[in-house]
């Protein structure tokens, strides 16, 4: 079992900046992939960013210039920078971790709220 727990959401005024932090813990093994996704209401989750195991980042052409993602490997914990925030950017983000323990495992966090105001 992997356990993920998301901080960092909150409300910011368009232009601002937040930052959001995974942490993982539990029988984590060996990661494939860590990634940050979003979700709106009535809408499909979708990426934003993604780290793969070899240090390989993809970004959505939303977020490319704006968003940062990282990842401290000792920590376990994944994080993204996210800089020059719009309305549209508004959502609920969740971390995903893919990897293998024995079999390979997909895990969410529980989700945390951005609101960029207008």
């Known amino acids: 079992q992997v356990q993920l727990v998301e901080s960092g959401g909150g409300l910011v005024q368009a232009g601002g900046s937040l930052r959001l932090s995974c942490a993982a813990s539990?029988?984590?093994?060996?990661?494939?992939?860590m990634g940050w996704y979003r979700q709106v209401p009535g809408k499909q989750r979708e990426l934003v960013a993604t780290?793969?195991?070899?240090?390989?980042?993809n970004y959505a052409d939303s977020v490319k210039g704006r968003f940062t993602i990282s990842r401290d490997n000792a920590k376990n914990t994944m994080y993204l920078q996210m800089n020059s925030l719009r309305p549209e950017d508004t959502a609920v983000y969740y971390c995903n971790v893919r990897g293998v323990v024995g079999l390979q495992y997909d895990y969410w966090g529980q989700g945390t709220q951005v609101t960029v105001s207008s």
């Open positions: 780290i793969i195991s070899g240090g390989r980042i």
């Open positions: 539990g029988s984590i093994g060996s990661i494939d992939a």
